[in-house]
């Protein structure tokens, strides 16, 4: 009995392994590079390894300019086409924390709810399931001086706002595996 349930757990180790290994890893950025030429990326706050994810989602500098995706910037494209925009490293999903224009937007474990739901449409837009009508959105500039980087990183709020192409700049997202 001992040796079939040792059998079964390495199985479902092995299972589950391979799936995260099957993982296409992507960094959701602007198309609009705005003021920033590496291109602003969905982030956590804090940095890569030592991010506090509890504090939400920001737009920032992307990293994949050092030469591979940051694990604070890397999403799960398989999901994001089912709608959820899964953190791999942190095994948590992008969430809206209100209905209204302005909410932040928040990294919670993942439960499949309308809070969790988004469509990343053809025309770039990440439209809310929730909140239809409204998009995510990167902050207004000017951008703020982030903590590091050479040149510094850049940093702009991210909050649901009404989509409406006179924010085409900052409504438009597309998924990248590596710098470009």
């Known amino acids: 009995m001992n040796k079939i349930l040792s059998l079964a757990t390495v199985l479902t180790a092995l299972l589950l392994s391979t799936a995260a290994a099957a993982q ?14 590496r291109g602003f990326c969905l982030d956590t706050l804090g ?9 939400g989602l920001q737009t920032h500098s992307c990293y994949s300019y050092q030469g ?9 494209a398989e ?16 969430t809206l924390t209100g209905l209204e224009t302005g909410s932040k937007l928040a990294l919670e474990p993942c439960d499949g709810s309308a809070m969790q739901q ?18 995510v959105t990167a902050g207004e500039g000017p ?19 009404v989509c409406n192409s006179s924010r085409d700049a900052r409504q438009q997202w597309r998924l990248r595996e590596t710098a470009d």
């Open 79 to 94: 999901m994001i086409d089912d709608g959820t925009f899964h953190l791999i490293e942190y095994d948590l999903c992008m």
């Open 143 to 161: 951008s703020r001086h982030g903590g590091g980087g050479d040149p510094v990183h850049l940093i702009r709020d991210l909050t649901l706002e």
């Open 118 to 135: 988004f469509e990343h449409q053809d025309n770039g837009r990440v439209m809310s399931v929730a909140a239809p009508g409204n998009c």
């Open 24 to 37: 296409t890893k992507v960094e959701v950025t602007l198309v609009d590079r705005l003021d920033e030429a």
């Open 47 to 55: 940095f890569q390894h030592r991010a506090r994810p509890e504090e």
């Open 68 to 76: 591979q995706l940051a694990v604070d910037q890397a999403f799960d």
